[in-house]
């Protein structure tokens, strides 16, 4: 059974990585799908790749207006929307205080913060209407760094930080007719860049993060692939399977808040896996 048969989602970034995985998942179960995609090429590929059930809007999450746009043309398409996914970011490859200048600070402050917070809270905003309309949700990706330290450096965390706040306010203030909840995934690979203003703009994650060292530090021993993170939000937007649950954050990170101290599991490990229960 399709869960999201007839439903219409609007999603910022999904272009790559878990916002193409998204997009896929939810046409599989049945929903049409709205993207605000920044690039020009990805935005040719979604609509060559599925056709009639996507509307593809080129802009920048930054943009009040390119919002507005994303939330018109996805309603004049598909004729309302049902769920708004905040899911558009920038990594800041763990830059530390320490290693930045001052002048890279303030520019990627404000470079990075416009994609991760502001441009969730302006994509709220515009999708607003329409999901009054519909009685619909808004779901927004988070992280492990939403958290815990050291998963991004201190742009990137505090985004994501003050991204939990964000929503646990949304869902005060929209109550009872817009559900507001997110999604806190692990590292994965994809293709999430980082600030221009630090130099990073052609920087993908596993330029930094290897592929096996994500699966090593987490407690199930894999390295998980976006589309491994779609269940949640799924779960999330049907109107059939959560009529109960606003302002929650499920964490999708493998097992990683529960890591030991001295191992980073305690449970059986199979032969070929042993070497690797140690922390690291």
Same mark, same amino acid.
């Given at each position: 059974?399709?869960?999201?048969?007839?439903?219409?989602?609007? $999603?910022? =970034?999904?272009?790559? +990585?878990?916002?193409? #995985? !998204?997009?896929?998942?939810?046409?599989? *179960? @049945?929903?049409?799908?709205?993207?605000?995609?920044?690039?020009?090429?990805?935005?040719?590929?979604?609509?060559?790749?599925?056709?009639?059930?996507?509307?593809?809007?080129?802009?920048?999450?930054?943009?009040?207006?390119?919002?507005?746009?994303?939330?018109?043309?996805?309603?004049?398409?598909?004729?309302?929307?049902?769920?708004?996914?905040?899911?558009?970011?920038?990594?800041?490859?763990?830059?530390?205080?320490?290693?930045?200048?001052?002048?890279?600070?303030?520019?990627?402050?404000?470079?990075?913060?416009?994609?991760? $917070?502001? =441009?969730?809270?302006? +994509?709220?905003?515009? #999708? !607003?209407?329409?999901?009054?309309?519909? *009685? @619909?949700?808004?779901?927004?990706?988070?992280?492990?760094?939403?958290?815990?330290?050291?998963?991004?450096?201190?742009?990137?965390?505090?985004?994501?930080?003050?991204?939990?706040?964000?929503?646990?306010?949304?869902?005060?203030?929209?109550?009872?007719?817009?559900?507001?909840?997110?999604?806190?995934?692990?590292?994965?690979?994809?293709?999430?860049?980082?600030?221009?203003?630090?130099?990073?703009?052609?920087?993908?994650?596993?330029?930094?993060?290897?592929?096996?060292?994500?699966?090593?530090?987490?407690?199930?021993?894999?390295?998980?692939?976006?589309?491994?993170?779609?269940?949640?939000?799924?779960?999330?937007?049907?109107?059939?399977?959560?009529?109960?649950?606003?302002?929650?954050?499920?964490?999708?990170?493998?097992?990683?808040?529960?890591?030991?101290?001295?191992?980073?599991?305690?449970?059986?490990?199979?032969?070929?896996?042993?070497?690797?229960?140690?922390?690291?």
């Amino acid at each position: 059974m399709s869960w999201m048969k007839d439903q219409v989602i609007l $999603l910022t =970034g999904g272009g790559s +990585g878990l916002g193409l #995985a !998204l997009v896929e998942r939810f046409i599989a *179960e @049945g929903a049409k799908v709205g993207v605000l995609e920044l690039s020009a090429e990805k935005t040719t590929a979604l609509v060559h790749c599925f056709g009639k059930d996507i509307c593809v809007i080129q802009g920048n999450v930054t943009s009040f207006v390119d919002n507005e746009r994303a939330v018109a043309e996805t309603v004049r398409c598909f004729g309302k929307l049902d769920c708004f996914i905040g899911n558009a970011g920038l990594w800041d490859h763990k830059t530390s205080l320490l290693d930045a200048s001052a002048e890279q600070i303030d520019k990627g402050f404000d470079e990075l913060m416009g994609v991760n $917070l502001k =441009g969730y809270i302006l +994509g709220a905003k515009a #999708a !607003l209407p329409a999901l009054t309309a519909s *009685e @619909g949700s808004m779901i927004f990706t988070l992280s492990s760094s939403s958290w815990f330290s050291g998963g991004g450096g201190v742009l990137y965390t505090a985004s994501k930080h003050g991204a939990v706040g964000m929503i646990r306010q949304l869902a005060y203030e929209l109550a009872p007719v817009i559900r507001v909840n997110g999604v806190a995934p692990c590292g994965m690979p994809s293709d999430l860049r980082g600030p221009a203003t630090l130099s990073q703009q052609d920087k993908c994650i596993t330029d930094s993060l290897p592929l096996e060292s994500i699966g090593a530090a987490l407690p199930l021993q894999f390295t998980p692939q976006p589309e491994d993170f779609t269940g949640p939000y799924v779960m999330l937007a049907s109107r059939a399977n959560n009529r109960t649950l606003t302002g929650v954050m499920i964490t999708a990170d493998a097992g990683l808040s529960i890591r030991g101290v001295r191992r980073i599991t305690a449970g059986i490990m199979s032969p070929d896996k042993k070497g690797n229960s140690d922390d690291h």
